[in-house]
Each structure stands twice: as C-alpha cells, then as structure tokens.
C-alpha cells in the first residue's frame, strides 16, 4: 500500500533552487519519492513512498 504527501513548500526570494533541493533530499532520506510537481501560482509537490516500511 502507498501513502501520499502533498507539499507546497514556501521557497523564499534568494536561493529557491537550492531551497527546493534541500526539501526533496530531506524527504528523501525519509523514504519518500517525487511523484510530481505542478507549478500553478505556486509550486506543489506530490511525494509516495510504501506504507508498511
């Protein structure tokens, strides 16, 4: 079974893109995946990951 997260994380100004890394990795070594971004205004992020780890 998966289990979801959905994210829409507040980059800031200066340095967003290393600002975005830096909250995929931690959810990363968390055991979560990117299952996709969507940037509508603002960005979100769907992570997955299984359930019974």
Same mark, same amino acid.
């Given at each position: 079974m998966k289990e979801y997260k959905a994210?829409?994380?507040?980059?800031?100004?200066k340095n967003r893109v290393q @600002?975005?890394?830096?909250?995929? @990795?931690?959810?990363a070594r968390e055991g979560w995946t990117v299952k996709e971004?969507?940037?509508? @205004?603002?960005v979100l992020i769907i992570f997955e990951r299984d359930k019974n780890r």
């Open positions: 994210l829409a994380p507040s980059l800031g100004w @600002n975005l890394e830096d909250i995929l @990795n931690s959810y971004i969507t940037v509508v @205004n603002k």
